[in-house]
DNA sequence: CGGAACTCGTGATCCGATTCACAAGCGGGG
DNA sequence: CCCCGCTTGTGAATCGGATCACGAGTTCCG
């Protein structure tokens, strides 16, 4: 489930803040979301809490950081260093969480052989050799639309099976091979679609959702 | 829908490859879904393509743009000019599309007074002024997790009424306000959640879906 | 002019996720 | 020792989105 990282994070901060135990209320009420779903999705674990007491915050860190694989690190490699390529190779949050950056690659022949905050630059031609290297097991690509299919396909080639795309791109890859998408354009979109939607007394197109 | 935005997309390379015309299916198949979701989700728009014939991207271009309300200009403001948020802040791609970044917002007294590039920052204490003067629509918020919710809130109070959420923080704001959270870290650490499931032949704690 | 091939629009169906509702277990107080 | 309030775990019901399947309209060719 895409919310076990959010528990995670609520039980970290009611560790920190001394709790030794907890409710799924509670859990719901930090996470945002509904307190059943919670139970449901930590019965899904094997936990099991305590009826009439609740859970107990530790132990349950433990579960969840263990179903998450926290204890393991995945190295990624940054595709694409423009804007948003180097705050990401440069953010310290990922090495911190066990998903050190472990290497960026660019095309520009200024920036190969460099290193950015640390993270070295190489060519794309060096990819696979960087891939072996390093184990890198995640790439994140943050190329221009046009050069992210090619850059995906230079992954999968080398061996790399998860891909973090903030391309704005579609990307076609094998079935063991998974993608996900993160488009900044298209949550401003979103957000404007539904500001559209509020706003005008004139007639919208007509109703979505 | 979240979909209509890829579509768009899709339309823009289709018009500019020279196709006047296009099929429900030639549109999945692009935007990397159904071609009866695509259908269903364009009859939403009440737009009516042809049968036999399929849809016009010239016309279709219009209707899409026009439900995502692609005319108008939504002026953001970015709060928090740490990696991500200067990235964003200098990112093109956001005027172009409609989301022109204003002003930026940042605790660093270095900073408050200074534009980079072409974005003037101002102290927090100040947002309200900046909200009313540019009108702005969207917040974004690029600060640690900790100052989150104070930004949020000041949002809020300044009439802001969609946020884009990139602080891995589970904010609360008002019904009227919508809120959109991309967190980074979560991504990658599904992408690990995979990983770990897909490789392991020892246990591993138990299927989640 | 007739029919074959194609494609849209949409009611019906399916399926997973969410929510509801409640029995079962636990602890504390009298 | 018993009862009462609290919280979990989970089957049942519900909901919404995705998919299927097919009727209907269009084009084109013979």
Request: hydrophobic share 45%; with cysteine; aromatic share 4%.
């Amino acid at each position: 489930m895409a919310r076990l990282p959010v528990y995670l994070r609520s039980l970290s901060e009611l560790a920190t803040a001394g709790s030794s135990t907890t409710s799924s209320d509670v859990l719901a009420e930090r996470s945002g979301v509904n307190a059943a779903k919670v139970r449901k999705d930590l019965s899904y674990l094997g936990t099991h809490g305590t009826r009439g007491v609740g859970y107990d915050v530790r132990h349950l860190i433990f579960e969840v950081s263990r179903a998450l694989g926290v204890a393991n690190t995945w190295p990624v490699v940054v595709c694409g260093l423009g804007n948003l390529g180097r705050a990401l190779a440069n953010h310290t949050g990922f090495t911190e969480r066990g998903f050190p950056v472990v290497a960026a690659i660019d095309v520009n022949p200024a920036l190969i052989g460099m290193t950015v905050d640390g993270v070295p630059v190489h060519s794309p031609d060096r990819l696979a050799d960087v891939v072996a290297d390093h184990d890198v097991a995640i790439g994140v690509i943050a190329t221009p639309p046009g050069a992210a299919q090619d850059t995906a396909d230079r992954l999968v080639a080398a061996g790399v099976r998860s891909i973090l795309d903030f391309s704005s791109t579609v990307l076609s890859v094998p079935d063991h091979v998974e993608v996900r998408a993160v488009d900044l354009s298209t949550e401003l979109q979103i957000l404007g679609f539904h500001l559209q939607r509020d706003l005008p007394a004139d007639r919208s197109p007509r109703s979505l959702a």
